[in-house]
């Protein structure tokens, strides 16, 4: 799907934050409660330790900030604000207009859940918002999992943490920097990965594996495809950090070296909508990206969705 109509505005990210909470959870702590170890979480997983604690309104606020400030956006111009959260902290109201309001926004605001792909998801429809005449756009991915998190599971317990990423996203002469891009949800899977309101996630975890490289695989061809690049001409990949084992096979798969990819996860753990932000923060803090490379974004997640997105850093003019 070609990624902007010709005649309609681009968009380009101007700034970024992250956030996480104080509290770190080892997999040393962790040996102390549940039937584990350090080697297998880490051979496993890539998983050393992961951030729990705090909100989804306070870690998005606090990413939320960070990326206005560094745009140099005034609050007061930002059109609107879009919260991609499967763990917002009411079921009524969304995060997103509290976290406006704490950010001193005047915007609409709303909340996107397509699990860990959801950041991609709020990104690929804020720049239809920019195509449609929106100007400025704060996009936050943000997810508190431990609170839905059964800590006596060795089998997601280990996996599951708190993160939040943003962006500013702003209006731009030109077609931008999204190149291409591609959402997909298969709901039939529902069974493999879910939370029950006031429940803790059930999860199946060698199906979903099964399940996740080939739809990360899917999704990264078609925004290729739709984007008409290559996997050589790729510079930087930002994967959803759920497994270093799931992002090293889709990787393999797509012809990508593993050392064009953000990795966070053995400090993060799985922060679902705040992994692909934080991960991208943490490439472009660490000056791993720069003006004129192609970046893939790429994601799957529970419904089970997957999401990817391919930006020419700094937009096309
Ligand atoms: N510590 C030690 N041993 C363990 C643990 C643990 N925490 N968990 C399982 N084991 C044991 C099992 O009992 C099994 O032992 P056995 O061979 O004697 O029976 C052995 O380790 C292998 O177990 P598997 O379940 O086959 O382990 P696997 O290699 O599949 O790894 C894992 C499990 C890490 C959960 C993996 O399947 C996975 O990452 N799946 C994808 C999960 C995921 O990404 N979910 C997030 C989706 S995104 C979202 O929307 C939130």
Redesign the pocket.
């Known amino acids: 799907m070609p990624a902007i109509r010709p005649g309609a505005h681009g968009a380009v990210i101007t700034g970024w934050g992250s956030a996480v909470p104080d509290t770190v959870v080892t997999n040393a702590d962790l040996e102390k409660t549940?039937?584990?170890?350090d080697e297998?979480?880490t051979s496993?997983?890539g998983i050393k330790e992961r951030r729990v604690g705090g909100t989804t309104v306070g870690l998005s606020v606090e990413s939320g900030r960070q990326a206005l400030e560094r745009s140099g956006v005034d609050p007061a111009a930002i059109d609107g604000l879009i919260l991609a959260t499967?763990t917002p902290d009411r079921v009524v109201p969304a995060s997103s207009p509290v976290v406006q309001d704490q950010l001193g926004l005047s915007c609409g605001a709303f909340d996107v859940n397509a699990?860990?792909s959801g950041f991609v998801y709020a990104l690929v429809t804020a720049h239809g918002l920019i195509a449609m005449g929106a100007e400025k756009l704060l996009v936050i991915g943000t997810d508190t999992?431990a609170r839905i998190t059964d800590w006596t599971d060795?089998?997601?317990?280990?996996?599951?943490a708190d993160g939040s990423g943003a962006v500013v996203l702003e209006a731009t002469e030109g077609p931008g920097q999204l190149l291409g891009w591609d959402l997909d949800a298969d709901g039939s899977a529902e069974k493999f990965?879910y939370c029950d309101v006031g429940g803790l996630?059930m999860?199946d975890?060698?199906e979903?594996?099964r399940r996740?490289v080939r739809i990360m695989v899917d999704s990264a061809t078609k925004s290729m495809q739709h984007a008409g690049v290559t996997a050589e001409e790729i510079s930087h990949v930002v994967p959803?950090q759920?497994?270093i084992?799931?992002i090293s096979a889709a990787c393999d798969r797509l012809g990508i070296p593993l050392e064009k990819a953000s990795l966070t996860i053995h400090r993060t753990g799985?922060t679902?909508s705040g992994s692909i932000p934080l991960a991208l923060a943490d490439s472009l803090d660490n000056s791993k990206i720069a003006p004129g490379d192609l970046v893939l974004l790429v994601g799957?997640?529970?419904g089970m969705t997957a999401a990817s997105a391919i930006l020419r850093w700094g937009g096309v003019s």
């Open positions: 549940i039937d584990t170890n297998w979480i496993r997983t499967t699990a860990c999992l060795r089998g997601t317990a280990p996996l599951f990965l996630i999860m975890g060698k979903v594996f996740a959803h759920a497994n084992r799931i799985n679902s799957f997640g529970a």
